[in-house]
């Protein structure tokens, strides 16, 4: 399977790769002229190959414009900050579990000091984000929003399906909710689904308050005390189990077979939760 790197744009027949991506290409990598890539312009999808290699760019000639399957779902996550390793690698995880935008919280319980940096690591996340982007073979990266309060990020999300995780005693099984949202009918797709990780100590109660005011169903992600990166990838990949397995029937056109494929037909080888009060 072929790498993919991000371009800024396709110009014609071509295309040009700059910065650290032509970096670790050229240097890393040690890329040569003749081998064959995957480019995406956060639109499309080209097979290309490179032309010229330098210093500090690779230019690269269009070959074939490949499938682009678009996405039954449409993920935010709005997070809480935590600590930044975990944060970090929530980051990626989300990722790869297919997000498409992810909105940092100041909550309540979020440390202070955190808070306060979080603004300065912006340029880092990104650079996490389009990384793993790469390495998960995303059309995109997801976006990273500005570090905001919870109330207005819960007021401003417009998604048609909401989950808060909690650990109150009114919380329903996740599974609960998604089966509700499913009940009243998918109107569209993809579908915008949103989810809420709350930080060390969970949420508080304002804040509660103010997820419930904007349409967020507090849900619970089991029995177990779960850790902000664990419930990340729990609640993202039971909303890629439990949707995706439903639009599977909604007629989806089957991929022609691309470039890449009749080459190898022909033998060439070219944190804390809201659903937790304490850490571990």
């Known amino acids: 399977m072929r790498r993919r790197f991000f371009v800024d744009a396709f110009t014609g027949g071509s295309a040009r790769l700059i910065g650290d ?18 480019l995406s312009d956060g639109s499309s999808v080209f097979l290309a190959r490179i ?23 449409e993920i935010v996550v709005l997070l809480a900050i935590v600590k930044f390793d975990r944060f970090e690698w929530a980051l990626e995880k989300a990722t790869e579990l ?3 935008t992810i909105v940092p919280l100041a909550a309540e319980r979020s440390e202070k000091v955190l808070v306060s940096a979080a603004a300065k690591r912006a340029v880092r996340w990104r650079k996490i984000l389009l990384e793993s982007a790469q390495q998960a073979r995303c059309l995109r990266p997801p976006a990273l929003q500005g570090v905001t309060r919870p109330a207005p990020a819960f007021a401003e999300n417009a998604a048609s399906v909401k989950v808060l995780f909690s650990e109150r005693s009114r919380a329903v099984p996740l599974q609960a909710v998604f089966k509700e949202a499913a009940s009243k009918g998918i109107e569209s797709i993809p579908l915008r689904i949103a989810v809420a990780i709350g930080p ?7 804040e509660f308050d103010a997820g419930c005011a904007a349409g967020f169903r507090e ?10 990166e664990t419930a990340l990838i729990a609640g993202l990949a039971a909303a890629h189990l439990y949707f995706e397995r439903d639009f599977a029937s909604v ?30």
Do not use: C, M
């Open 98 to 100: 297919g997000v498409n």
């Open 251 to 280: 007629g989806q056109v089957p991929e022609q077979p691309g470039r890449q494929d009749r080459e190898r037909a022909g033998g060439v080888v070219s944190h804390d939760t809201g659903a937790s009060r304490g850490t571990r």
């Open 21 to 38: 991506a032509a970096h670790h290409l050229g240097r890393v990598l040690r890329a040569e002229p003749g081998q064959l890539y995957e």
């Open 219 to 228: 849900a619970l992600l089991g029995k177990n005390i779960l850790r902000t």
């Open 200 to 206: 060390e100590g969970g949420w508080a109660d304002k």
């Open 51 to 73: 032309e010229r290699v330098s210093n500090n760019r690779i230019d690269f000639a269009l070959l074939e414009k490949l499938a682009a399957p678009s996405a039954s779902l």
